[in-house]
């Protein structure tokens, strides 16, 4: 299952959820009311905010489950349709697991920055 955010292996869950294009526009997270409704989302969802806040790669399997489980549930209470989408994943060794999702945005962000001169 693919995500509206990006979960890197040196960011964590709460990262990226904050730099997320979707959320941010979903619960204003510039704004101290979007932030609380992004930690009350977590809560729902079972996952601390501390460990939301851990790199993703250290959560606990128990909170990555969670997160796997009950995000739909948890995100239609908060209007929140399309956070999460079918996607497929490419194992290139038993380290690294890359979703194609992940690549899109990746790519995204690569065509979305300024040249370097």
Known sequence: MGY???LLDHWSLYESMMHSNYLMM?????????????HEFLQRIGISLSEAK????YMSQESQKKLENFIIP??????????????????????ATFMASDFCHI?????????LL
Do not use: H
């Open 26 to 38: 979903k619960f204003n997270l510039w704004e101290d009311r979007g932030r609380q409704r992004l």
């Open 74 to 95: 948890t995100a239609e209470s908060f209007q929140l349709f399309e956070v999460a989408y079918m996607s497929f994943v490419r194992n290139i060794d038993y380290s």
């Open 54 to 57: 851990q790199l993703y790669k």
């Open 4 to 6: 509206q955010f990006t």
């Open 107 to 115: 790519l995204a962000c690569v065509l979305e920055a300024s040249p």
